[in-house]
């Protein structure tokens, strides 16, 4: 398994922006897909946005298609989130999650084996 660690979270005004990061240790990052996810209090982790390691595509919720973009470094073993036009309902704990076991469940926090220990983002009205 791969080690995770979120950062660039934080507090922010309604249409703001923020970018978050997530490091990634060990060898081989350029061949992990790679996936965001979140939890707001109360509720399941839900999915936001992954890319793939082998065609480069990106995958996003539709909740947030349009205001966030998922991007990856790999010399760099980051990949980030950068997210606009926030709104209150973004407000959630935000994890990065690697290791996908299959395609097929890219959007789900099943299909993924290793996570981060996530980061706060409050959006506030």
């Known amino acids: 398994q791969v080690q995770l660690v979120e950062s660039g979270g934080g507090s922010v005004q309604a249409g703001g922006s923020l970018r978050l990061s997530c490091a990634a240790s060990g060898r081989t990052f350029s061949s992990r897909t790679m996936g965001w996810f979140r939890q707001a209090p109360g509720k399941e982790r839900e999915f936001v946005a992954a890319?793939?390691?082998?065609?480069?595509?990106?995958y996003y919720a539709d909740s947030v298609k349009g205001r966030f973009t998922i991007s990856r470094d790999n010399p760099k073993n980051t990949v980030y989130l950068q997210m606009t036009s926030l709104k209150p309902e973004d407000t959630a704990v935000y994890y990065c999650?690697?290791?996908?076991?299959?395609?097929?469940?890219?959007?789900?926090?099943?299909?993924?084996?290793?996570w981060g220990q996530g980061t706060q983002v409050t959006v506030s009205s």
């Open positions: 890319r793939t390691w082998s065609d480069g595509n990106a």
């Open positions: 999650a690697a290791d996908l076991k299959f395609l097929s469940a890219i959007t789900k926090p099943s299909g993924y084996d290793s």
